[in-house]
């Protein structure tokens, strides 16, 4: 079974819904207005069985010129197009326009029903049909078959259908994969069932108990009760098939017009480039144009900027950047068409090429170049790795394979199995579920500036055998807000690791055989500022007392920072916060405050504290705030503001085992 959905076409009057009602029994025209009005307003739905046990969906889509956009949310998802022309009337304006539409959305197989043969004789029914033939040549349905038919006496069904039958054969097999998606074109309750959507399944597929999301917005999963197709239960629907799906927690206020069913959650975009091609008839456009969009059954004005061209000419294609006034879901290869923002005016039609593009300011030629490679590969199935290579190539950074598979429209697992046959114009990092993608020449760009980075902090900092942390690298790499540029970094890392390019240093990574570089004036140097703060018996060292000293010492103020820091690497100083302490007195002050706890237990007060640790307050306060980060002594305070300071018992421990 092949899935296949038939949309009519044509103009209004031409005789679609009782054409429909002739060969499938059911009547489309079920709204009120469309029955008083004898005109189709709504989608129609029916769906047809063939003799082959085919069962195909129908869409009955309106003529009336006022109808376009429901006209195109219809036409989205079809496969094959029977485009209903009056024998009595011809190609009109409704004709030409659905048929352009139908062109841009990329329909390439249909049967022409010349409707109401009844009413001319056989000479004129013949000059109808060549006329047809004659201006469908320059369109995407020429050589589709011509059959007369009559709705009101029957003559021409059985040819119609097996014209069907023979369309249907010459269809091209469904894309495999892809994310389920399905636009919905209604919504309604069921009493003891709650909402039901339907719809045409576009891609992928889904079965009963799955979730899906209803997007743009929606947080919560929606579970699948039940599915029909064509009127009948079943436990999923495919690409191709017209759906009724009842959702549990789906209420029919959620439901705005332009929104879709999805097995995932989509990010929204109000940015796209794009590939147009404007229609014979449509005015010429400029650099900046005000359009509306059509996706599916999304609509809604946009600002369209040309990319390659300063002006489009009618018949000419052009790349544009869409920028949208309201959040989307799109993705790449989404058909659209273009309208004015009148909305009496079908422009053209287009596809996207990337759905999440950056804004482009510049319109340089390797954008342009870029983005007409993807224009051709993108809608090919069998260019998958071309066009990984083309959207990695776009953006100086790494992908996870998930990102690129909604890009493509693909499936995350469909997209593992492509790039198995890696190429060498991109480097596939394993990571267990999500693996990362990223351009060569980035990925190697990103290894020469880590290099870059690490050789200027060594250079800067000479005395040092640490380097830079992965979080400190990660900013200078401007990857910190890029979805994968965490896990890309540590990955990078470890490969350059394993490289021999860079090694580690405590919780460091430095150049692959970086050394301090020490000399005898920086000894003397460091020696100075070390005796200095061990002068500082008494109370903490006064930083603005040593660089007084250390100018005289011909010490400039700038270095007694990377001193400062180095001693502490070293093990000689210790800091809290700002202010520091020489450790060899920092262990004293340990030894001889818990031997004083040891033997108080229940604690000391400020004033034996003063005893015990004679100097300034500021000393006091210095070791205070250490050791309570060290988790030895405990400080107290009761209601009446009085101070005790308690030995913990890691405190105990340390006295115990002599370690302190």
């Not at 959207?391 to 890009?407: G, M, Q, S, V």
């Not at 020449?441 to 690490?454: R, S």
């Not at 004036?521 to 200095?532: A, L, M, T, V």
């Not at 205070?624 to 503001?641: C, P």
Request: net charge neutral; with cysteine.
């Amino acid at each position: 079974m092949k899935h296949v959905i038939i949309g009519t076409a044509g103009h209004i009057d031409h005789g679609k819904t009782s054409l429909i009602k002739l060969l499938t029994g059911i009547d489309c025209d079920t709204h009120k207005e469309e029955k008083e009005r004898g005109i189709t307003i709504n989608l129609g739905f029916s769906h047809i069985e063939l003799p082959s046990g085919e069962s195909c969906g129908i869409i009955d889509v309106p003529g009336h010129k006022d109808f376009i956009t429901t006209m195109v949310g219809g036409a989205c998802g079809i496969d094959l197009v029977l485009l209903v022309i009056a024998a009595d009337s011809g190609m009109m304006p409704q004709t030409i326009e659905h048929l352009n539409i139908i062109t841009a959305l990329g329909i390439k197989n249909g049967v022409v029903a010349l409707t109401k043969i009844d009413l001319v004789d056989e000479e004129l029914a013949e000059m109808a049909m060549l006329e047809i033939s004659e201006y469908l040549e320059k369109t995407s349905l020429k050589n589709i078959p011509v059959v007369g038919v009559s709705a009101h006496t029957g003559k021409g069904k059985d040819e119609l259908i097996a014209a069907l039958e023979n369309a249907i054969l010459l269809l091209d097999e469904k894309e495999k994969g892809n994310l389920f998606r399905i636009y919905i074109d209604r919504i309604f309750s069921v009493k003891g069932m709650g909402s039901v959507v339907t719809g045409s399944v576009l891609s992928g597929g889904i079965s009963l108990g799955n979730d899906v999301y209803l997007l743009p917005g929606d947080k919560q999963k929606n579970r699948i009760r039940s599915i029909e197709r064509h009127g009948k239960p079943v436990d999923a629907v495919v690409r191709g098939d017209r759906a009724a799906i009842n959702l549990i927690g789906l209420k029919n206020e959620d439901f705005k017009r332009g929104m879709l069913l999805c097995e995932k959650q989509l990010e929204t975009t109000i940015l796209a480039d794009a590939f147009i091609s404007l229609f014979n008839n449509a005015p010429a456009l400029e650099l900046w144009s005000n359009i509306i969009i059509i996706s599916g059954t999304f609509e809604c004005q946009a600002r369209m900027h040309l990319l390659n061209k300063e002006v489009v000419q009618p018949a000419e294609d052009a790349l544009v950047q869409l920028h949208l006034s309201q959040p989307a879901i799109l993705l790449n290869r989404d058909k659209f068409i273009l309208r004015n923002t009148s909305g009496d005016i079908t422009l053209g039609g287009g596809y996207i090429i990337d759905a999440a593009p950056l804004h482009h300011r510049k319109r340089t030629e390797k954008l342009i170049e870029t983005l007409a490679n993807l224009s051709v590969n993108i809608l090919s199935d069998n260019n998958i790795n071309e066009n990984i290579n083309l959207l990695l190539n776009r953006e100086f950074r790494p992908f996870f394979i998930d990102e690129l598979a909604e890009k493509l429209s693909l499936k995350k697992d469909e997209l593992k199995t492509n790039i198995q046959n890696n190429s060498c114009q991109f480097f596939h990092y394993e990571n267990n579920d999500n693996d990362i993608l990223i351009a060569t020449k980035f990925d190697e760009a990103f290894t020469i500036k880590i290099l870059k980075i690490l050789q200027l902090h060594h250079k800067q900092n000479a005395i040092f055998a640490e380097g830079l942390e992965s979080g400190e690298i990660i900013s200078k790499l401007d990857l910190s807000k890029v979805k994968s540029g965490k896990m890309y970094l540590e990955l990078l890392l470890q490969k350059m690791y394993a490289n021999k390019q860079i090694d580690k240093c405590k919780k460091t990574w430095i150049k692959w055989g970086h050394t301090p570089q020490i000399d005898s004036k920086f000894e003397n140097e460091i020696q100075w500022i070390e005796n200095e703060i061990l002068n500082y018996k008494e109370g903490k060292p006064i930083q603005s007392e040593i660089e007084k000293k250390a100018l005289l010492q011909s010490i400039p103020k700038a270095k007694i920072k990377t001193y400062l820091n180095y001693l502490a690497n070293s093990g000689k100083i210790k800091f809290s916060g700002s202010d520091y302490i020489h450790t060899s007195l920092l262990d004293k002050f340990r030894i001889v405050l818990l031997k004083a706890l040891k033997q108080k237990e229940e604690g000391i007060v400020i004033a034996e504290y003063k005893e015990i640790i004679p100097g300034t307050k500021s000393l006091r306060s210095l070791l205070t705030d250490i050791f309570e980060n060290e988790k030895i002594i405990l400080v107290q305070h009761d209601a009446e503001s009085n101070t005790k300071i308690i030995i913990t018992q890691k405190g105990k421990e340390l006295i115990n085992a002599g370690l302190s």
